[in-house]
């Protein structure tokens, strides 16, 4: 149920009424936009009916969430959300400035990483991205450097300045690689490993979730659900194509799932053209369609020498085909009154505690 405040409330009525609710069992989650103040209720059936009774001061309106997804749902906040991830005020998704998000599939060696970073930083990236620990379909096939690659990547932060964003593919890694990363991606092949979003859901960092390839949007909602019911509210989620009949493309970019996702949600929503695409030639493209159709901002695969990659190398771009798509979204973001976040400097290395910190400490 969405509780939608006087715009003359008091904060003693705020906090009368959160009392009130959360005596009926209900959870309350409150947001405050420039004009308005919301008050989320969540809970079973029985709690909710019992907050249609109450005789509530203060409040403005009362209207029931009709869909299964409460905490994800547009109308629980009073604005959109926008998540930051890295260090003091972090890199902002969800804004007016798009984010962008670049970097080699997998994490393959020192050199290669700082070359890499070093290009999409120039062309305008403001994320790096690289994987760790990579879900293959072959047992045999190259797996990821593992907590050496973490490593390599949190180095590069603080050289470059830029947040990483890295796969968790186990509950029993989160904290781990909590520890490097400032964003944690769940992949399309966990995107309804329910333990594993439960458990980046107790972690204090944003989490970038991957609609899986064979389900819909509103699966992908009750994922990020999963997230924030255990009191992480930043999530992002990540459109990267779904599997259909037809094979001129690794996946179908479902860019009509964009326009739903920002109609549906407050949550920042990102697309990923290279899994989509599985060919370097269609990631630009797939690009401008979805920063034309709404999308917050890109995760683009990105390697000095996509034919030498261990993984992914038919749809990773060169540093310079990274460039050109840059230069491409551009003059887009400007037409749907947008624009690119710009990169920022270098950051000093982070005070914060190398274990993650929970949000039910």
């Given at each position: 149920?969405i ?8 904060d003693a009525e705020?906090?009368?009424l ?12 409150v ?33 029931p ?25 972090g890199?902002a ?9 670049a970097?080699?599939?997998?994490v ?7 070359t ?30 593992g907590v ?52 980046v859901?107790r ?31 930043d999530?992002?989620?990540c459109?990267r ?31 990923d ?15 401008c ?37 840059m230069?491409?979204?551009a ?12 990169p ?18």
């Open positions: 149920m509780l939608v405040m006087s715009p003359r409330h008091t705020l906090d009368d959160r009392e009130r609710v959360e005596r009926t069992g209900a959870r309350t989650v947001s405050r936009g420039a004009g308005r103040t919301i008050v989320g209720c969540v809970g079973d059936h029985d709690a909710l009916e019992s907050v249609a009774r109450l005789a509530l001061t203060g409040v403005e309106s009362a209207t969430i009709r869909t299964p997804y409460k905490l994800a749902a547009r109308g629980i906040a009073a604005d959109r959300s926008v998540v930051r991830a890295g260090p003091g005020a890199v998704i969800g804004a007016h400035a798009l984010a962008v998000i970097g080699p599939c997998s393959e060696g020192r050199d290669m990483l700082h890499t970073a070093r290009a999409v930083r120039s062309s305008g990236a403001v994320m790096l991205r690289g994987g760790a620990f990579k879900p293959r379909s072959s047992p045999y096939a190259f797996q990821g450097l050496e690659a973490l490593e390599m990547l949190a180095e590069v932060r603080a050289v470059t300045g830029m947040p990483i964003v890295t796969e968790v593919l186990d509950p029993r890694q989160v904290d781990l690689v909590a520890a490097h990363a400032d964003v944690l991606q769940i992949g399309a092949r966990n995107m309804q490993n329910f333990a594993l979003l439960a458990e859901g972690v204090r960092r944003p989490v970038l979730l991957k609609r899986g390839m064979s389900c819909t949007v509103t699966e992908l909602l009750l994922a990020a659900e999963y997230v924030l019911a255990q009191g992480n509210p999530v992002i989620l459109e194509g779904i599997r259909t009949f037809d094979t001129v493309t690794r996946n179908c970019l479902d860019v009509g799932a964009i326009a739903a996702l920002k109609a549906e949600t407050h949550l920042p929503v990102i697309a053209p290279s899994h989509a695409a599985g060919r370097a030639d269609l990631v630009l493209p797939l690009a369609a979805a920063v034309a159709v709404g999308a917050d901002g890109l995760i683009v695969e990105v390697h000095p020498e996509p034919a030498r990659a261990r993984s992914d190398a038919d749809q990773t771009l060169t540093p310079h085909q990274f460039a050109e798509l230069a491409a979204i003059p887009v973001a400007r037409a749907v009154g947008r624009a690119l976040s710009e920022r400097a270098a950051a000093l290395p982070s005070a914060e505690p190398t274990h993650c910190r929970r949000a039910h400490a």
